[in-house]
Each structure stands twice: as structure tokens, then as C-alpha cells.
């Protein structure tokens, strides 16, 4: 991937935590193509700006009405009034147990470098999925840098591969 590719990679990265739609929609190519992956409830294809943005709205609009549990330390040092549905936890086992709680029969996911590994080595994470992007960033934090000396088996349940050299592995936690 170029470095140009790689400064548009981030500024869309940007644009959608900012939730700033317009900038994202700009980064796009008029005859953009979107791909879910495999068993998406919306198989796509999604061609073109329009539908494409139609598609990551309905993404976006997917997350509000969902609690967000926030591994931390400490408290945020900021009013979180204006978002009743977080709620910052201190530890990663109480993090994912109320979040199973409020998920029902739904999925939980976890996010993050740090917390991932974090309920991996709690024991209380069933799969990952994992998405193998061909660019090194040069730093950052590494997934399973702080997991211990205890060896924890996996079995692949997936490979799906990607335009541009992306491959998603998914993985079931063997206990």
C-alpha cells in the first residue's frame, strides 16, 4: 500500500471518530466498492459514494441505544451525563460480564489492543477475529505482547480474503 493510500487509510480513521460523515464521504472514490464480509446480514455490493455512505450510516445508526462498557482505571475526568449508556468499569471480567448482561443473546465485542488481550488472559473472551492489514505502521501497541507464559490454543474457524492483500481470520478459544 502506498504511503498516499496509507494517509487516506488514516484520514478516514479520523473522519469517522470525529463523526464527520462529509470528510469521510470526500476520501471516497466516485466508484467506490464496499464488500461486508462473509455472512454480513447485508451481502452488498455496495458501489458507488451514495450507497456506500447509505450502508456506513446504517453501521454508524447500529451503535446508538447500545451500552458501551469502558475498561479504565479511573474515572473519566469529564461529565458523561450526556451518554447514560456508558458506564466505565475497572476490571475486564466485570467489563464482559455486564456486557453479556445487556447483550442478551447477542454478541459482545471487545475492542482494543489492550483490552483484548486482557479478558484472553481472564478467560472470559470465546473468539477473536483478527483483520491482517498489509501495512506496518512502525508503532503502536502489540496485540499479544503482555499475555504471559501460559499457552492458550486456538482453532481457526475462518479465513476470508480480502481485496488489496487485507485477510480477516477468525478464532475460536479452545478452554
Known sequence: MSQENVEVVRAGFEAWNAGDMDAFRELLAPEVTLRPVEDWPEPGPYVGQEPVMRWLGQLRDAWDGVPIFILSRQEPGIDTGQWPLVTYVSDVETAINKARQAAGDKNVLVHGAATAPLALAAGVLDELEIHLIPVLLG?????????????????????????????????????
Do not use: A, K, N, S
Request: charged letters at 35%.
Open 139 to 175: 508503532q503502536g501497541r502489540r496485540l499479544f505482547d503482555h499475555l504471559g507464559p501460559e499457552q492458550i490454543e486456538l482453532e481457526r474457524t475462518r479465513i476470508l480474503e480480502g481485496e488489496d492483500g487485507v485477510t480477516h481470520v477468525h478464532y475460536r478459544v479452545q478452554r
